[in-house]
């Protein structure tokens, strides 16, 4: 038996067909997020980029105070962080020349200017974040410090890097 014979599609079904793929990527292209905002997620995302940002809204800090203010930070990947933000325009390196010379880290204005984000980021973490209680014989009494022991506003808080 013969099969029916397939005709080439016509012009008009070719022409509909590249308008949709057009509507298709267009579609795409305007429900990707601004490219701003992917890229301030890029920086603002990194592991522990948000913590060295809050930590220096306090004020110019040198290395060591860095690794000592956020608990668990690798020397190479404070040099890693430290870097990149200087770059983005976030922070910036004073080296002051003195014997032994003396460098300190400071946010720059666009990097304070940040300091709401950090905020709202505190705000939401305070109302939302459940801390996991600590092991103890006194679990009430635990419980009671840990309920009282949250931070008041534009504090951060102790210990729960």
């Known amino acids: 038996m013969a099969k029916p014979h397939e005709s080439a599609p016509s012009a008009s079904s070719s022409t509909s067909s590249r308008s949709q793929q057009q509507q298709q990527q267009q579609q795409k292209q305007s429900s990707r997020l601004c490219p701003r905002y992917e890229h301030a997620m890029q920086i603002l995302g990194k592991r522990w980029t948000g913590l060295l940002i809050a930590s220096l809204l306090d004020g110019p800090r040198r290395f060591c105070e860095l690794t000592a203010t956020v608990g668990g930070l690798s020397d190479r990947v404070l040099s890693e962080r430290l870097r990149e933000l200087e770059q983005e325009g976030l922070v910036e390196r004073v080296v002051y020349p003195q014997i032994p010379v003396r460098v300190e880290y400071q946010l720059t204005e666009k990097g304070r200017a940040l300091q709401p984000v950090i905020d709202a980021i505190h705000a939401w973490a305070e109302q939302w974040i459940e ?31």
């Open 131 to 161: 801390l996991p209680c600590p092991t103890s014989s006194s679990a009430p009494a635990a419980a009671e410090t840990a309920a009282t022991s949250a931070c008041g506003e534009g504090e951060h808080c102790e210990g729960n890097a």
